[in-house]
């Protein structure tokens, strides 16, 4: 399983565009990035996944340079209720998700 | 009734005593998911289910720990003899199909053994 390194926190006022970037050195070609979003007292919610380049949705993007070792999920114009701890996860037909321990993100009023 | 549901939230037991926690995945979601949180932690892996075969089990940390799901549908983890390091929220999620990232959590049950 490709190991991920993501900054521990970040902080960030509200309205900004917020970049949280995940390395994984070791990412198999055949590999999925996919991040997941938890509040308090909640299970993780499906973000947003890719393989590669951009893709974009509803709620983010996630921006994957050529090499693919690493990726940025990109949150437009936080508001307070982004506050959560945000997954970056490898992941290849594999059922197992292997969570780290996750960037915990705090918006400043 | 939409989402993933979990019972009990909170359980509260004495070292020693059996516990069993409750999940009841989305409607039709075919792929069943336990996992333990501690605190601080992210979620760590325990158990999968496709229908009613449980087809990996390498996450359960010890074999006090057992899950069934014997209709495809309901699925219980059970604890046995609960030690004091099992204190956590335990996540169950489901997804549609096999071999999909994007699974559907629960709530959690939070876990204390004291």
């Known amino acids: 399983l490709a190991k991920t390194t993501q900054p521990i926190s970040m902080d960030s006022y509200e309205g900004q565009e917020v970049n949280i970037t995940c390395s994984h050195n070791?990412?198999?070609?055949?590999?999925?990035i996919t991040w997941y979003q938890q509040f308090p007292s909640q299970g993780p919610r499906f973000i947003i996944q890719?393989?590669?380049t951009k893709v974009t949705n509803e709620v983010a993007s996630l921006f994957i340079p050529a090499d693919r070792k690493s990726s940025t999920l990109s949150l437009p114009r936080v508001s307070l209720s982004d506050t959560a701890v945000y997954y970056c996860l490898v992941v290849f037909g594999n059922e197992k998700l292997t969570f780290g321990t996750g960037t915990r993100l705090t918006i400043i009023p | 009734g939409a989402g993933v549901s979990q019972s009990p939230r909170y359980k509260v037991a004495k070292r020693g005593q059996d516990v069993a926690l409750r999940c009841d995945p989305i409607s039709g979601h075919v792929s069943l998911f336990w996992y333990q949180q501690a605190l601080g932690q992210g979620p760590e892996f325990l158990t999968y289910?496709?229908?009613?075969?449980?087809?990996?089990k390498s996450g359960l940390p010890s074999d006090r720990f057992f899950a069934e799901r014997p209709e495809g549908s309901v699925s219980t983890l059970k604890i046995q003899r609960t030690q004091q390091e099992d204190s956590a929220v335990y996540l169950c999620?489901?997804?549609?199909?096999?071999?999909?990232?994007?699974?559907?959590f629960g709530p959690g049950t939070r876990l204390t053994v004291t």
């Open positions: 890719g393989y590669k």
């Open positions: 289910f496709q229908n009613e075969a449980q087809l990996d």
């Open positions: 999620a489901s997804s549609l199909e096999r071999a999909t990232y994007e699974q559907y």
């Open positions: 070791n990412i198999a070609t055949n590999d999925y």
